[in-house]
């Protein structure tokens, strides 16, 4: 038996980390705002006689165990080799080939929806049918064991809906409220959006612990900010839902102004360049996706002027990726 899975990345448009545990428990109202985009990762399970084998092809790596159980743990195949610990088959073999389209280390939530990918084809090739929310809150307790830090959850969401969201998480469970659903408002929308690599990866975690414990320990600047970004998120929300897209413009910056003072390393001089270089020729406004500190980075720009942002940043040296709005998630079929 063969189970190919795909499933979105994602471009956050304002309130990350407050997908973070117990941030969203402590800050009242709090949503995050993002759009999963047609930058797919990939899994294909085959079922094999014995032994397990995963292939990770853009990363150029190879492992094989005789059983799960001794799956190596650390290294850059970690969450497959945790995947396969936690929802392998209880006999014979398999062997997992991975793809990711998005670059090393983009921000966009690659590994998170490789990981869900990974579980729900897992499932179906072991036939078992867990609900899609239980996949995700596995993949969340996975990522964070594997970083051993703490995880967001929008990842998690987008890879598993696809499309534009709002997500609040509570004491109830994950809220996801689908947004832009009229394909017309879906096109606006992305016409005036650009997404570019800086050619440096990026590492949340380190980012991620540091802004958590500054904002329980209270410390007044990062509880400030994170309030800020609560508030703009908000904002978002309102300015997605009515297509307001000036709005969403003035929203990105506000997002980012507050965010880029969240933690040293958040901005960098390859994204502050891209930035420069997007305002110049009709970036109105710019971010960078996830934590920052490298990875991709999200320009909002002035209505018809798109191609003249790309065509500058990529003069500039940097690669400009497809941005396309991904109305499915994640995907599940039986090849044989």
């Not at 689908?178 to 690599?197: G, I, K, N």
């Not at 003072?261 to 390859?270: D, E, Q, R």
């Amino acid at each position: 038996m063969i189970i190919e899975a795909r499933a979105p990345t994602r471009i956050d448009l304002a309130g990350g980390t407050l997908d973070l545990y117990p941030i969203y428990l402590v800050e009242d109202d709090a949503w995050t705002i993002n759009a999963a985009i047609d930058i797919p990762v990939r899994v294909r399970l085959e079922r094999t006689r014995r032994g397990f084998t995963i292939v990770s092809r853009d990363l150029r790596r190879q492992l094989q165990a005789d059983s799960a159980e001794v799956l190596p743990l650390g290294g850059p195949l970690d969450l497959a080799c945790r995947a396969l610990r936690f929802a392998g088959p209880e006999a014979g073999g398999v062997m997992m080939t991975l793809t990711s389209s998005a670059p090393p280390g983009s921000g966009l939530g690659a590994s998170s929806a490789l990981l869900v990918a990974m579980l729900a084809g897992l499932d179906r090739l072991t036939r078992r049918r867990r609900a899609l929310v239980d996949l995700i809150g596995a993949a969340w307790r996975i990522e964070a064991q594997s970083l051993r830090t703490v995880a967001g959850r929008q990842d998690h969401l987008a890879a598993a809906h696809g499309g534009v969201n709002a997500m609040r998480f509570g004491l109830d469970g994950d809220y996801v409220e689908p947004l832009l659903r009229a394909t017309s408002h879906r096109h606006a929308f992305q016409e005036r959006l650009v997404l570019v690599y800086t050619g440096r990866p990026h590492s949340s975690g380190l980012t991620n612990w540091g802004v958590v414990r500054a904002y329980l320990d209270g410390v007044p600047a990062t509880v400030n900010r994170m309030r800020g970004i609560a508030q703009v998120a908000r904002g978002m929300h309102r300015a997605v839902q009515t297509m307001d897209l000036d709005g969403v413009g003035v929203l990105l910056a506000e997002e980012w102004s507050f965010r880029r003072g969240l933690a040293a390393g958040v901005s960098t001089p390859a994204i502050e360049r891209v930035l420069a270089v997007a305002r110049r020729y009709g970036g109105i406004a710019g971010k960078a996706c996830g934590a920052g500190g490298g990875g991709c980075v999200l320009i909002f720009t002035r209505a018809g002027a798109k191609r003249a942002v790309e065509a500058a940043v990529r003069n500039a040296g940097f690669q400009v990726l497809p941005l396309r709005i991904a109305t499915r998630g994640l995907q599940v079929r039986a090849v044989l």
